[in-house]
């Protein structure tokens, strides 16, 4: 494992738990990430990735460790906790957009309602955000009448119009149909490129191989590797690593 | 059938008494049971409780019991009413307000978790995400049962009729008094002028939910 200075960490987990009843999904987790560094999370279904993923943002609860934003611990509830958030773009695996409001609505009402951006300059940022993301045209449609692939890419938008310094994806192409993955990694390639803080979990290979710092795997609630792209792919030390690998490859 | 034409002023003032008691006891409890569900879903247990306990209660004890404690109760614990329709909208709106909270409740529970949870991502509040995430898909999705209960509540106030107000029944029981011989024909009045609130409703209903649906 890569050994890091804790205090150059934007988002550190140390020692983290979680059980769901019987089960431990989250094994003694440590992690470290830096400004500007991109993270992908990989591993089998269950193995606790995206609940890690989730942790974070504190949408799930831990049961002991402590994680901290910007040297910030994770505040337990209320508005300390809200004002935390604000500062930590989620993007989910199933968009979440909000389906009574306009696309332009969806990303303007986090900046207005909780940062108190003015209607006039939310909607310009907004509308510069949809066009960076490709679906300015689409600003006053309603989610429904979007592709998936599009729904997402406002998903990405939302969260970037908070200004947020670090970005959780949540498998953020495994919603969507084959030809419309390309769109929303390629969204992402570029946020990479530009330098924002991305903790990505995915099982999009590719897009960890061209974007990714490092490539955390995980297996059964631990962290199993974490490596970057280079060593991981080429020469995964653990076993559980060099089987999860060998089932992606063989198809 | 003389009588209906005879009687309309009384009908008419009737109608028009059954509509007032309806509509002000319809907004009141329709605002208290927004309420009371959002209480039911809040963080503070204190305010899930007494909403669960009030929905409970009012929920499974009859009406009459509200109009007798409105009515009866209150004046005797010194608050008094010049007239017995403030007595009647307490007594409905409490009753209504009970069953409108379940029914916005099980709207709550159907918007699917991930809208809260993109909400409290963007770093919303509690209050913020119920009242600009959740409670308004929440209400659109009830409004079929919104409506149903709102039709209910119509016809309970004839209960009020029971306790000196003058309303559509009240008046019903009066006329039948005086006309023995017609008891059919102005009970059938009666029953000509509630339809003519109830149905209206029922077609309200499904016009209004067509023009709010949300695809999804």
């Known amino acids: 494992m890569t050994t890091q200075v804790p205090g150059d960490a934007l988002v550190s987990l140390n020692a983290v738990n979680k059980h769901y009843g019987q089960l431990h999904v989250l094994k003694d987790i440590n992690l470290n990430v830096r400004k500007g560094e991109v993270v992908v999370v990989i591993g089998p279904s269950g193995s606790g990735k995206s609940t890690l993923c989730r942790a974070i943002n504190r949408l799930e609860t831990i049961d002991d460790g402590v994680i901290k934003i910007d040297g910030k611990e994770l505040p337990a509830e209320g508005k300390e906790l809200a004002k935390l958030r604000a500062d930590v773009g989620m993007v989910f695996q199933s968009f979440n957009l909000f389906a009574h409001k306009t696309i332009l609505e969806n990303v303007t009402l986090g900046p207005i309602k909780v940062k108190g951006v003015a ?16 679906v300015g045209h689409q600003a006053p449609k309603l989610p429904a009448q979007l592709s998936g692939g599009q729904q997402q890419r406002v998903a990405i938008a939302r969260a970037l119009a908070m200004k947020p310094k670090v970005m959780l994806f949540d498998e953020p192409t495994s919603a969507l149909d084959p030809e419309m993955i390309n769109e929303v990694l390629d969204v992402m390639i570029q946020l ?3 330098g924002m803080t991305m903790i990505v979990v995915t099982h999009e290979m590719g897009f960890a191989r061209k974007a990714a710092d490092r490539v955390v795997f995980m297996a059964d609630g631990q962290i199993v590797e974490d490596a970057t792209p280079e ?10 690593a060099k089987d999860f690998l060998s089932k992606l490859l063989t198809h | 059938m003389d009588v209906i034409i005879e009687s309309l002023p009384q009908y008419w003032d009737g109608f028009l008494r059954t509509l007032f008691l309806a509509v ?36 499974n004890t009859p009406l009459t019991i509200a109009f007798f404690f409105a009515a009866v109760v209150l004046p005797r614990l010194g608050v008094t009413f010049q007239q017995f329709e403030v007595a009647a909208i307490i007594a409905l709106s409490a009753y209504t307000s009970a069953f409108i909270a379940e029914a916005v409740r099980s709207g ?32 659109r999705t009830v409004i079929p049962p919104l409506i149903n209960i709102l039709i209910a509540l119509v016809k309970n106030s004839s209960v009020a009729g029971a306790f000196y107000v003058l309303e559509l029944f009240g008046y019903g029981k009066q006329l039948a008094n005086e006309h023995g011989d017609a008891v059919m024909s102005v009970l059938i009045g009666v029953a000509f002028f509630y339809l003519l609130i109830t149905v209206p409703l029922g077609y309200l209903a499904t016009v209004v939910e067509r023009k709010v649906a949300i695809a999804r």
């Open chain 1, 119 to 134: 209607k006039a300059e939310a909607d310009k940022d907004a509308m510069a955000l949809l066009e960076r993301v490709g």
């Open chain 2, 24 to 59: 002000v006891s319809g907004i009141i409890a329709l605002i208290f049971g927004t309420l009371l569900a959002a209480a039911r879903v809040s963080p503070i247990a204190a305010l899930r409780g007494f909403s669960m306990a009030y929905v409970e209660i009012v929920r």
């Open chain 1, 231 to 240: 060593e991981f792919f080429t020469n995964p030390k653990s076993s559980r």
């Open chain 1, 192 to 194: 990479a490129k530009e």
């Open chain 2, 108 to 139: 709550v529970n159907s918007v699917p978790i991930g809208q809260a949870e993109a909400a409290r991502s963007i770093g919303m509040k509690f209050s913020q995400v119920l009242s600009l995430i959740i409670l308004p898909q929440a209400l």
